[in-house]
């Protein structure tokens, strides 16, 4: 089950192979839920929810996210050279790392190969090394939403802010809405939307 909020009211999604009659449960819990605005707050009925989809089967995880959107223009001050795709220096990129591989620290993050900086994407540099990759995590006609990966050892420098602004200015996004989410646990990444001043939307909520 995935439920999302803000001011405007709450959705819900819930996986196929969840009975219709726990479906049904649920998606009525959630037409009573309060809107998800708060950073901070908790569903009223995260109870039920869990205690009806335990019964379905055992839960594994349960996970609250923030999201917040890009303004429609952005300005960060950072030191950092930014290379983005669609461009020169990002086609050379690409190449040398068909070449000779992913650096370690990136494939420790889970970037095996090129295939996976999903377009349009931008990296800050520290000197010769990529010390933040901002990609496009989800992509529509009318909204995108860009993922963050920093290593360890660049975080909290502003990295992942410069990534992340650089990639909310690219021309293949002009005239979508742009969001950032996060794990409402992950403080460091929490900070990169506190660098931008990046509004916040509302909260969600999974349960696995």
């Known amino acids: 089950m995935w439920m999302g909020g803000s001011a405007a009211g709450n959705i819900v999604r819930i996986r196929v192979d969840v009975r219709e009659e726990t479906a049904r449960a649920i ?25 009806l989809l335990g019964a379905e089967a055992p839960v594994e995880e349960v996970s609250r996210g923030l999201t917040y959107a890009f303004p429609d223009s952005l300005d960060y001050e950072h030191g950092a050279r930014v290379v983005s795709s669609g461009t020169p220096e990002g086609a050379q990129l690409i190449a040398h790392f068909r070449v000779e591989g992913m650096p370690e ?12 900086f999903w377009p349009p994407w931008c990296v800050a540099l520290d000197g010769g090394t990529i010390a933040s990759v901002a990609f496009t995590a989800r ?9 963050v990966a920093t290593p360890p050892a660049s975080r909290g420098r ?14 293949a996004l002009v005239g979508h809405v742009l969001f950032y989410s996060t794990n409402a646990a992950n403080v460091s990444s ?10 916040f939307v509302g909260s969600s909520l999974w349960i696995r």
């Open 190 to 199: 929490q900070r990169v939307a506190d660098r931008l001043r990046l509004a």
């Open 139 to 147: 992509l529509s006609s009318l909204g995108a939403e860009v993922g």
């Open 158 to 171: 502003g990295f992942a802010a410069a990534a992340a602004a650089e990639w909310a200015s690219l021309p």
């Open 105 to 116: 620290n990136l494939v420790e993050m889970g970037f095996v190969d090129a295939h996976d």
């Open 27 to 51: 998606e009525a819990l959630v037409a009573r839920e309060p809107p998800m605005s708060e950073a901070h707050g908790m569903p009223v009925h995260m109870d039920e929810y869990a205690d």
